[in-house]
């Protein structure tokens, strides 16, 4: 059975294997993505196809049932038939697949950009989901750097008490005046606050603590202790030592975190007096 496409048909499949986009297909005959949509979904029924890839794999199988060359445009001398030509296959059957590589490539990429968008957009229209999804990430992580890792340092408390303080208050800013911003972002610089004070605690550890012995800190449920020692080998060694009796210290943090961002909600000022729509 011989399949008929239109003109214009002929041209979005053209398109379409070397891997552009709907929107770059759109570009590059003069009409919208909708209507390259349309044309899409016809080529579909008459292919007996329902996605990009298998309408690729479709047209490997039948070959010459679509007039004109859909690949690479090629010139044929005399009597020659460069169909049967082995070389020509092969070359015809390596395009193909390069062809089908990128498509699969590009179509994975599009779907990842797709969904973090969609994620994104969830988060936006879920303002409280989203904020527990913060304070919770970062309670998780605190709790490790807390509980787990320790901080020798009291300066490295300093910090995290600083870091919490200002990215909560930041944190608030943006749902309240519904400010351009990236849910995923503001995820991972959550994560990322506890991390940054246990990076600055390891930085006086390795290098200042040995030029000063011992590093010690008392605070509510946690006693910390750091020094560096010798070996009976002569090595240096970092000893450390941490004790937790209680977890009031997680929860202190957590409620005020919690407060620091509603109070940033309800009472704070955006930046420059513009509010800009997300």
Not at 32 to 48: A, D, G, P, W
Not at 69 to 82: A, F, H, R, W
Not at 241 to 248: E, H, M, P
């Amino acid at each position: 059975m011989t399949i008929v496409l239109s003109p214009r048909e002929n041209q979005v499949v053209e398109l379409l294997l070397m891997g552009k986009s709907n929107k770059q297909i759109a570009l590059s005959l003069g009409i919208s993505e909708r209507t390259v949509e349309f044309h899409l979904k016809n080529i579909y029924i008459k292919m007996q196809v329902t996605s990009r890839v298998e309408l690729i794999l479709n047209l490997d199988k039948r070959t010459g049932e679509i007039s004109g060359n859909l690949v690479e445009s090629t010139v044929v001398l005399g009597d020659e038939k460069l169909d049967n030509d082995s070389q020509y296959a092969r070359m015809r059957a390596a395009q193909s697949w390069r062809n089908l590589v990128s498509l699969i490539r590009k179509e994975a990429a599009m779907t990842i950009k797709i969904s973090f968008e969609d994620l994104e957009t969830y988060l936006k229209n879920h303002p409280i989901l989203f904020s527990l999804l913060v304070l919770s990430v970062t309670g998780l992580v605190l709790r490790v750097i807390l509980f787990h890792l320790g901080l020798y340092f009291w300066g490295s408390y300093l910090l995290l008490e600083v870091l919490l303080v200002l990215g909560s208050l930041r944190f608030g800013e943006p749902l309240k005046y519904k400010k351009p911003f990236h849910p995923l972002l503001i995820v991972f610089t959550a994560l990322s606050i506890p991390i940054a004070a246990w990076g600055f605690d390891q930085i006086y550890l390795l290098i200042v603590l040995p030029y000063i012995g011992v590093a010690t800190i008392s605070i509510p449920a946690i006693h910390a202790a750091a020094e560096w020692l010798i070996s009976a080998e002569g090595t240096p060694c970092l000893s450390t030592n941490l004790s937790i009796t209680s977890n009031a210290p997680l929860y202190i943090a957590m409620a005020e975190m919690l407060m620091v961002f509603l109070l940033s909600r309800t009472f704070g000022k955006p930046a420059g007096g513009q509010f800009a729509t997300a």
